[in-house]
Nanobody, 122 residues
Framework: QVQLVESGGGLVQAGGSLRLSCAASGRTFSSYTMGWFRRAPGKEREFVARINWSGRDTYYADSVKGRFTISRDNAKNTMYLQMNSLKPEDTAVYYC???????????????WGQGTQVTVSS
């Protein structure tokens, strides 16, 4: 199991930027595919982005494509989500998730962080 801790959330005006971080500990970070999910008030948790173990392969939800960038630094055991051109509809609790490399990030299991709140004001 890997332990995950998110940070970097906060309050920002529409059009602004935030960078989220997800720090991992416990097992070899580069053994994991990593992803970001979010849950908006009154909605189901939804996929945002994922990145493979090396960082060379990424995938985004259509709603964030072109505005968000997922990255990772295996030497620092940390994953990032750079969020630009934020919109009020991006308001949510953002969670990071880890699954073993070669496994779909969408599986029910895996390791989750506790979440970090992002609020975008209009």
């Amino acid at each position: 199991q890997v332990q995950l801790v998110e940070s970097g959330g906060g309050l920002v005006q529409a059009g602004g930027s935030l960078r989220l971080s997800c720090a991992a500990s416990g097992r070899t970070f580069s053994s994991y595919t990593m992803g970001w999910f979010r849950r908006a008030p009154g909605k189901e948790r939804e996929f945002v982005a994922r990145i493979n173990w090396s960082g060379r392969d990424t995938y985004y939800a259509d709603s964030v494509k072109g505005r968000f960038t997922i990255s990772r630094d295996n030497a620092k055991n940390t994953m990032y989500l750079q969020m630009n051109s934020l919109k009020p509809e991006d308001t949510a609790v953002y969670y990071c998730k880890a699954v073993l490399s070669g496994t779909s990030i969408m599986i029910p299991g895996g390791s989750w962080g506790q979440g970090t709140q992002v609020t975008v004001s209009s």
